[in-house]
Structures are given as structure tokens and as C-alpha cells.
């Protein structure tokens, strides 16, 4: 079952527009969660005008922000609204990560981000990791290529507001402030290095992404979490360092991405 389930690429329902509405952004939010209403959620956000375009990432942000506040208020009396607050939450994290790994706005009007997309960010994201010396470049021996096939981007939606919350404030790797990690690329880089100790290759990490991926992720240790990456202080990994402290690039010209 579990291999029948890794082998899919759903939607990752995440607004990935710098076109996108805010009434897209709050409609997207509430599809498919029990008693919730977009129009409620926006209502409560204190925003009642129409065709509000979002314009660049630092506004979509802004409007996440919102959006996720009133969708907090509202879980005081409808819990099913903590389904809407981390579906925003993802969808504003996956946008963070997408901006940081691109560094170019995103002009697609399409709302909805492909597995294949998600997939191929996490080539961009080793990448970048292994650039800043905060990701082991051992790592680059095994076929990226084909291990980032096997990450199911919708498991990130089985996640609680809190997990989410805590994950991206936490543990999530950020660089000068900005998180450049999903949740699933997290585990994919677990997956790598516990098979890396274990000399074991692709099938082996496939194996270990997936119990990962599928047990909550509050059972995992910090320890473990860390694994794949260069030992490094707690603010280093999360982006705290003044810009004259950047560490020493040790990778330029990796060739993962086309």
C-alpha cells in the first residue's frame, strides 16, 4: 500500500500565481475542508474588496498572513478551520522556498503547483544546501533524479497547523532568514544519509523516505532531522548569521539542474 501511494503525483494545491487573487488564495484554502467558507475567512481577514491582484511574493506573503490569523480565529469555534490555517501555511511556506530556490517572480497564472515542479525544486534545493556548506555534497553520489520521483509532495498535507508551524519555525533550513526546505525534502535528505551510513543505495533510501514520510514527524528527533547536513551551530542553519559570515562555498558548478 505504501508503495502504491509513493509511486503517485497528485496536485500540491498551493497558490504559486504572483497573479492569483486574495479570494483565489481564501476559496483554494477552504476547498475540500468540512464547514469552512472562503467568504468568511476573508471576512474575518477584514478584507471586503474584489479583484485585489497579488503583485509580488512580499505581498502574497503579506496576504498569507492574513489569511492564516483569521483562519485562527475562527478554529476558537470551528476546528475544521485548522485545516484551512495549514493549508495556508504550506501554500505561503511552499511559495518562500520556491522564491528562494528561483529567485525570480513567478509569473504563471496557473494556481496550482505540479508534483513534477515540487520534485524538481528539490535538485535546486541539495544544490543550494550543498553550495552554502550547510548540505553534506556526499550526498550528490546517489541519482537525485530518480529519489526525487519518489517524493510525494501531498504528504505535506497530512500535516496538523501546529506540525507545520513548528517544522518551518524550527527545523527547516533557512538561509538569512528565508526557509529553503520543504517538509519532504527534508526526509528525502534523511532518507539519503541514514542509507549513506548504512552504504546501502537508491532502493534502500526510497525505503526510508517512505516510513518517514508517512509516521508524524513529532516522533522524529531532532538528532535525526539534522542528519545530511554539515554539523553546523542552530543559528547558522537557520539563517542568523550576519552576510560577512557566510560560509565557505565548497560546491559551484553542480550540474543537477538543467
Same mark, same amino acid.
Given at each position: 500500500?505504501?508503495?502504491?501511494?509513493?509511486?503517485?503525483?497528485?496536485?500540491?494545491?498551493?497558490?504559486?500565481? /504572483?497573479?492569483?487573487?486574495?479570494?483565489?488564495?481564501?476559496?483554494?484554502?477552504?476547498?475540500?475542508?468540512?464547514?469552512?467558507?472562503?467568504?468568511? +475567512?476573508?471576512?474575518?481577514?477584514?478584507?471586503?474588496?474584489?479583484?485585489?491582484?497579488?503583485?509580488?511574493? *512580499?505581498?502574497?506573503?503579506?496576504?498569507?498572513?492574513? +489569511?492564516?490569523?483569521?483562519?485562527?480565529? +475562527?478554529?476558537?469555534?470551528?476546528?475544521?478551520?485548522?485545516?484551512?490555517?495549514?493549508?495556508?501555511?504550506?501554500? $505561503?511556506?511552499?511559495?518562500?522556498?520556491?522564491?528562494?530556490?528561483?529567485?525570480?517572480?513567478?509569473?504563471?497564472?496557473?494556481?496550482?503547483?505540479?508534483?513534477?515542479?515540487?520534485?524538481?525544486?528539490?535538485?535546486?534545493?541539495?544544490?543550494?544546501? @550543498?553550495?552554502?556548506?550547510?548540505?553534506?555534497?556526499?550526498?550528490?553520489?546517489?541519482?537525485?533524479?530518480?529519489?526525487?520521483? $519518489?517524493?510525494?509532495?501531498? =504528504?505535506?498535507?497530512?500535516?496538523?497547523?501546529?506540525?507545520?508551524?513548528?517544522? /518551518?519555525?524550527?527545523?527547516?533550513? *533557512?538561509?538569512?532568514?528565508?526557509?529553503?526546505?520543504?517538509?519532504?525534502?527534508?526526509?528525502?535528505? @534523511?532518507?539519503?544519509?541514514?542509507?549513506?551510513?548504512?552504504?546501502?543505495?537508491?532502493?534502500?533510501?526510497?525505503?526510508?523516505?517512505?516510513?518517514?514520510?508517512? *509516521? /508524524?514527524?513529532?516522533? @522524529?528527533?531532532?538528532?535525526?532531522? *539534522?542528519?545530511?547536513?554539515?554539523?553546523?551551530?542552530?543559528?547558522? =542553519?537557520?539563517?542568523?548569521?550576519? $552576510?560577512?559570515?557566510?560560509?565557505? $562555498?565548497?560546491?559551484?558548478?553542480?550540474?543537477?539542474?538543467?
Amino acid at each position: 500500500m505504501m508503495s502504491e501511494q509513493a509511486s503517485m503525483t497528485p496536485k500540491v494545491h498551493t497558490i504559486t500565481s /504572483s497573479f492569483a487573487t486574495i479570494e483565489q488564495l481564501a476559496e483554494l484554502a477552504c476547498k475540500n475542508a468540512a464547514n469552512t467558507c472562503a467568504k468568511q +475567512l476573508l471576512d474575518t481577514a477584514g478584507i471586503h474588496s474584489t479583484g485585489c491582484n497579488i503583485l509580488d511574493h *512580499r505581498s502574497s506573503q503579506n496576504h498569507y498572513t492574513q +489569511l492564516i490569523m483569521a483562519a485562527l480565529a +475562527l478554529r476558537e469555534n470551528s476546528p475544521t478551520y485548522d485545516a484551512t490555517a495549514s493549508h495556508l501555511l504550506l501554500s $505561503k511556506l511552499t511559495s518562500e522556498v520556491n522564491h528562494s530556490l528561483t529567485f525570480t517572480p513567478i509569473t504563471s497564472t496557473n494556481i496550482t503547483s505540479s508534483a513534477l515542479s515540487y520534485q524538481q525544486g528539490f535538485l535546486r534545493y541539495i544544490s543550494k544546501g @550543498i553550495d552554502l556548506g550547510l548540505i553534506q555534497p556526499e550526498i550528490i553520489a546517489y541519482d537525485l533524479q530518480l529519489l526525487a520521483k $519518489k517524493i510525494v509532495p501531498n =504528504l505535506d498535507s497530512n500535516l496538523t497547523y501546529s506540525e507545520l508551524h513548528s517544522l /518551518s519555525n524550527q527545523l527547516l533550513m *533557512r538561509y538569512q532568514g528565508q526557509c529553503f526546505e520543504l517538509p519532504q525534502y527534508a526526509f528525502m535528505r @534523511i532518507a539519503i544519509a541514514l542509507a549513506m551510513k548504512e552504504n546501502k543505495g537508491e532502493a534502500r533510501i526510497a525505503e526510508i523516505y517512505r516510513l518517514l514520510s508517512m *509516521r /508524524s514527524y513529532s516522533r @522524529i528527533s531532532t538528532k535525526i532531522f *539534522r542528519e545530511g547536513t554539515i554539523s553546523r551551530p542552530y543559528e547558522i =542553519l537557520h539563517g542568523n548569521t550576519d $552576510k560577512n559570515n557566510t560560509t565557505t $562555498k565548497k560546491i559551484r558548478h553542480l550540474r543537477l539542474v538543467n
